[in-house]
């Protein structure tokens, strides 16, 4: 498979809008367990596409050495400030796409952690290949196992008939293209619930439209306009909408 490198175009908003959903859901909290099942308690983790740093902070304990690999900026300072509030042994930030690690002559650590895969890369053996030459105990993929089609964290907040037949990869993409070069990995599956908060019911509809099948249908419209009336929960902040969401936490051990 050709080389391809992963889209980091990320703009600070999305990347905003991003991280406010997973501060509502509970992403940290049913995925946190289930990597420290796999890989325990590490004393240094390398972590690609860290995001804010939050599933990092959930394995790592106090005083280990935490390298965190995040190109976007609104993420990459949240990222510093997460670990701020972590007693760590040399906190390091690199904002630079992964892709890009052979320039730096990075140590080795006990775990590597790669999550919100695939949408990091379309070259899972590269990554593989990055993941197994720095890791001296553990590889763990947090990866997308979603059953109906998704093409973003709200997908499953539509009904089927407006939502888009597309789907992004998940992990059975991954492990397919990695099958003739590693082990098969220890997967646990993990549901969770992915809740995003609107201002008002404009940006709901907006944000919406772009999950849903042939948009420009005046019916579809309507049923969209029906939908979220019918299931956009009113709060504090504004309209919550919830998506159901399973990831696989895939575990390598090194040998």
């Known amino acids: ?39 325990g308690r590490p004393t240094s983790l390398i972590d690609l596409g860290a995001g804010t740093g939050d599933l990092g902070a959930a394995i790592i304990p106090q005083g280990a050495r935490w390298l965190a690999v995040e190109p976007n900026g609104f993420m990459a300072e949240r990222l510093r400030q997460r670990m701020q509030a972590h007693d760590l042994s040399e906190p390091v930030v690199i904002t630079q796409p992964w892709e890009d690690l052979g320039e730096h002559n990075l140590p080795p650590a006990e775990v590597v952690l790669a999550a919100n895969l ?12 990055v993941c197994t030459r720095l890791a001296t105990r553990h590889v763990c993929w947090v990866c997308g196992a979603e059953i109906e089609p998704s093409l973003g964290c709200l997908s499953g907040f539509l009904p089927p008939v407006l939502r888009d037949p597309r789907r992004t990869y ?20 993990v549901t969770w619930t992915w809740r995003q908060v609107f201002p008002d019911f404009a940006a709901a509809y907006l944000h919406c439209a772009g999950l849903t099948a042939d948009i420009a249908d005046p019916a579809q419209q309507r049923r969209l306009e029906y939908h979220l009336r019918q299931h956009l929960v009113p709060g504090e902040h504004g309209l919550m909408a919830e998506s159901p969401r399973q990831s696989a936490v895939c575990t390598w051990r090194q040998r």
Do not use: K
């Not at 175009?9 to 995925?31: C, I, K, M, N, P």
């Not at 695939?118 to 290949?129: C, S």
């Not at 003739?180 to 997967?187: K, L, Q, R, S, V």
């Open 118 to 129: 695939p949408g990091m890369t379309e070259d899972p053996v590269t990554l593989w290949q």
């Open 170 to 189: 998940g992990y059975d993409f991954l492990l397919r293209h990695l099958r003739d070069i590693a082990p098969t990995p220890e997967i646990r599956f």
């Open 1 to 39: 498979m050709s080389s391809v490198r992963a889209t980091h175009g990320w703009t600070d908003a999305a990347a905003a809008f991003y991280a406010r959903g997973q501060q509502h859901s509970d992403y940290v909290e049913r995925l946190g367990p289930a990597i420290r099942r796999g890989v």
